[in-house]
């Protein structure tokens, strides 16, 4: 059998499993954190037009962040959305 090859973090969560360093999440706590999931779900697609130059700098602090542009774009929105 093959075995998947881990990343340094993934070797450091699956040893913190298996020495029993989480506990499982149960109740209200579960509840807030399945309520929040839900609200964060992205359900619609949007086409806009922008400028490249913006596009390219977003690029960069995206990167610098080590996120996907377009997820910093959603989040900017969000952001944005719940002020």
């Known amino acids: 059998m093959n075995r998947i090859k881990l990343t340094k973090e993934e070797k ?5 499993l298996i020495h029993g360093e989480y506990t499982p999440i149960k109740g209200k706590e579960l509840e807030k954190i399945e ?3 839900k609200a964060r779900k992205k359900d619609i697609t949007m086409t806009i ?3 490249s130059e913006d596009i390219k700098k977003i690029k960069i ?3 610098k962040l080590k996120v996907k542009y377009q997820s910093y774009i959603s ?9």
């Open 75 to 83: 989040e900017v929105i969000h952001q944005v959305a719940e002020v």
């Open 49 to 51: 037009r922008v400028n």
């Open 61 to 63: 602090k995206a990167k």
């Open 35 to 37: 309520k929040t999931l």
């Open 12 to 16: 450091g969560i699956e040893n913190a």
